[in-house]
């Protein structure tokens, strides 16, 4: 079955920095379209970056320049590189298929704060 176990989540002062992974299995991950997600408290779940099958990634607005997707095919693992976080970022982050399914891992929490 499909499992999602996201990691590398944390504390951090603004302007800090954080590195999630997130392991994939049950899905051919050579195949798939990936991305990364958040929800905050109160707010619902949504697309920060996308990477796809071919490298090519996107962006939301509110992270472009600051964050950073990327895959290592041979270890079925996506990457969010974090940079230059603030307090908006803090959320539970999540990585799921580009057109996500039902399912979702537990998540990973990230919290900016002083």
């Known amino acids: 079955q499909v499992q999602f176990v996201e990691s590398g989540g944390g504390l951090v002062q603004p302007g800090g920095s954080l590195r999630l992974s997130c392991a994939a299995s049950?899905?051919?991950?050579?195949?798939?379209?990936l991305a990364w997600y958040r929800q905050a408290p109160g707010k619902q779940r949504e697309l920060v970056a996308t990477?796809?099958?071919?490298?090519?990634?996107n962006y939301a607005d509110a992270v472009k320049g600051r964050f950073t997707i990327s895959r290592d095919n041979a270890e079925n693992t996506v990457y969010l590189q974090m940079n230059s976080l603030n307090p908006e970022d803090t959320a539970v982050y999540y990585c799921?298929?580009?057109?996500?399914?039902?399912?979702w891992g537990q998540g990973t929490q990230v919290t900016v704060s002083s």
């Open positions: 799921n298929l580009k057109v996500p399914l039902t399912y």
């Open positions: 049950g899905i051919i991950f050579i195949l798939n379209d």
């Open positions: 990477i796809t099958r071919g490298t090519s990634t």
